[in-house]
């Protein structure tokens, strides 16, 4: 198998330990963001989506613009964009960027998010809603000829695209840790993404996901999973290190209690399964496994991918390789200190992994 790496590109210089805003374009550090991510040597950098933020279509067309190898993994909330004007637009910009483009469909797990754009459907008829646009999108990228289509949840007639994607297939990704997820990730997507679990159950999700693969009679989708690597020269200044930061992210946490769209400790369980999954783990302890280290995920309320490796390069690198030998192919890392881990990620993690996956003959 082919293994991968991710980051996520931030459009300023927002992180969980500096309070700010996180939506708004500073042009000319995204700029140095996106080189700087190219120049590390990753595949992919998550292009987010949230409401309030920039619009994150033309975003990754920014990454694509000023990059040559980069490849946006451009998230999509489904109901929001009808899928034939979504699936025309992705062909373009897959054409644009000559075939760089995936497709990351995020179905929504709070309801109040879903609702600030008139979105008020429950959240199982939200992945039902998923899958029904991610067999549009694929049809709209296929079809030469007319077609008309009559789901659930969208209908439209006689409809055809004179734009295909540069890619014979545009990649597309389904999030989510809960069996709708699985559901949908296994019978539609080419990939799944998952945030960082101990490795049993990853493995576990994995199974769940490829049993719904094998039931639809369709390839088992890649897995990628998510961390947030704190790393230092070595393990003991990688610990000295992540304490740092959980208190700089408790503090920031702690002004933003004006702000609706952040959980806060204390405030509730979120309603989404990929964070109760996140903070059930750091209730069973705040280690696990290598170096999966949980007290991040309780500070946040796990609001997005929240669990951290810490240790040196090389303990981190082994704790990677740990997921790649379950099945994991897309491995995402993003720091707390975004820019600066990621440039640290590409000198001093993304090789040792690579040297790792040729001993695996991968």
């Known amino acids: 198998m082919a293994v991968e790496f991710i980051s996520g590109i931030n459009p300023n210089d927002y992180s969980d330990t500096r309070p700010g805003l996180r939506g708004e374009l500073d042009i000319r550090y995204a700029r ?3 080189h700087a991510l190219e120049d590390a040597g990753f595949d992919y950098t998550l292009v987010a989506y949230h409401s309030s933020w920039l619009d994150a279509n033309q975003f990754a067309q920014f990454v694509v613009h000023e990059t040559e190898r980069l490849k946006p993994m451009l998230a999509h909330r489904p109901g929001v964009i009808f899928p034939t004007h979504a699936a025309r637009m992705f062909a373009t910009l897959d054409q644009i960027g000559e075939g760089r483009l995936a497709i990351h469909i995020i179905s929504g797990g709070m309801d109040s ?18 899958e029904e646009y991610i067999r549009i999108l694929r049809r709209v990228w296929a079809e030469t000829d007319e077609f008309s289509f009559h789901g659930k949840y969208f209908q439209f007639e006689n409809f055809r695209s004179d734009i295909r994607p540069y890619q014979e297939a545009i990649p597309v990704s389904v999030g989510g840790s809960s069996e709708s997820a699985y559901r949908v990730g296994g019978r539609q997507g080419d990939i799944l993404g998952l945030w ?10 994995i199974d769940s996901v490829n049993a719904y693969a094998v039931a639809a009679g369709r390839p088992r989708p890649r897995i990628w999973v998510s961390f947030r690597p704190i790393i230092a020269p070595t393990d003991e200044l990688a610990w000295e290190k992540a304490h740092e930061i959980l208190g700089k ?5 702690s002004a933003k209690t004006g702000n609706a769209h952040y959980f806060k400790p204390g405030d509730g369980r979120p309603a989404n399964v990929g964070s109760q999954r996140l903070l059930a783990v750091a209730e069973r302890g705040e280690l696990h496994d290598r170096a999966l280290w949980t007290p991040l995920a309780t500070a946040t309320n796990a609001a997005g991918s929240s669990t951290a490796l810490v240790g040196s390069p090389e303990t981190v690198a082994q704790a990677l390789l740990d997921y790649v030998d ?9 720091g707390y200190d975004p820019l600066d881990d990621a440039i640290d990620y590409g000198r001093h993690v993304l090789p040792l992994v690579r040297e790792g996956l040729k001993e695996r003959g991968l």
């Open 32 to 34: 140095k963001y996106a």
């Open 113 to 130: 998010e879903q609702r600030r754009e008139g979105d008020y459907l429950s959240k199982e008829e939200r992945y039902e809603r998923s």
């Open 196 to 205: 960082g679990e101990p490795l049993a159950e990853t493995k576990q999700q």
């Open 326 to 334: 379950i099945g994991c192919e897309l491995l995402s890392i993003r």
């Open 249 to 253: 992210v408790q503090a920031a946490q």
